[in-house]
């Protein structure tokens, strides 16, 4: 497991690289003190899980994770503790008070460790298809839904929302991992929030900075990130 440590205080990455020597199985990729030098390494390195700091000078955690097409797992590590309810609507794995406790830490790397072998378990099995059915659970309601209805897939904290019919259930579910689910041949990856069933464009529009917006059927708009409007292209043969 490749591991980046982001942290503006080199106490701070000292000691966590310490921490992480007991783990045989984490290998410290790199390191970095802000945002613009963690958003490179995470480009460069592919980490499947980052160690990160909130407040940082220049820009925050979040404002960082916000920037990325495709975050890795995410440990937050902090001295404040104001900021859980928002890091765990990033998706985060976990949320580590500085000073951080060796059993707390084992914790997060169990359920990271946990998390990646359940994903590579799915990537290995085959994808769901347009043709297949899912069971969906949201409190007392329950629905066998084929995916082919399924016409957007959308990140909400730590689950995620189905929109089909005038149903919009949540799952307990990530985006990264449904991602590794569904047959990307028609369910695309349109930025770090959305997933959308290709069967349902109706229009493409230009956007800012030479990325596009997907129009639904059904009324929803989908903004395209820079380097997903180049893969949208390539699959739909522009």
Excluded at 161 to 181: A, G, H, S, V
Excluded at 199 to 226: A, M, N, Q, Y
Aim: hydrophobic residues 40%; aromatic residues 10%; proline residues 4%.
């Amino acid at each position: 497991m490749k591991a980046l440590i982001i942290d503006d205080s080199r106490l701070a990455r000292n000691e966590l690289k310490r921490l992480l020597k007991d783990y045989d199985h984490i290998l410290i990729a790199g390191e970095a003190s802000n945002a613009e030098e963690a958003k490179a390494k995470i480009d460069e390195l592919k980490p499947d899980v980052i160690f990160l700091d909130i407040q940082m000078p220049g820009k925050t955690g979040f404002e960082l994770l916000e920037e990325l097409e495709f975050a890795p797992e995410v440990i937050f590590t902090t001295a404040y503790d104001e900021y859980a309810i928002k890091a765990f609507e990033f998706n985060a794995l976990d949320y580590l008070m500085k000073p951080i406790e060796k059993d707390r830490l084992s914790a997060a790397v169990s359920k990271v460790s946990e998390r990646l072998a359940k994903a590579k378990e799915d990537e290995s099995g085959d994808k769901m298809t347009i043709d297949d059915q899912v069971f969906v659970k949201d409190g007392e309601r329950c629905w066998f839904v084929p995916l082919s209805k399924v016409r957007l897939f959308e990140v909400d904290g730590n689950y995620t929302k189905l929109y089909f019919d005038n149903e919009k259930p949540m799952i307990p579910r990530t985006l990264n991992y449904l991602e590794t689910r569904l047959d990307p041949k028609t369910f695309f990856r349109a930025n770090r929030q959305q997933i959308v069933n290709l069967k349902w464009v109706e229009r493409i529009e230009p956007w800012f900075s030479g990325s596009i917006k997907i129009f639904l059927t059904g009324g929803h708009d989908v903004d395209v990130s820079r380097r997903q409007t180049q893969r949208f292209k390539e699959i739909m043969s522009f």
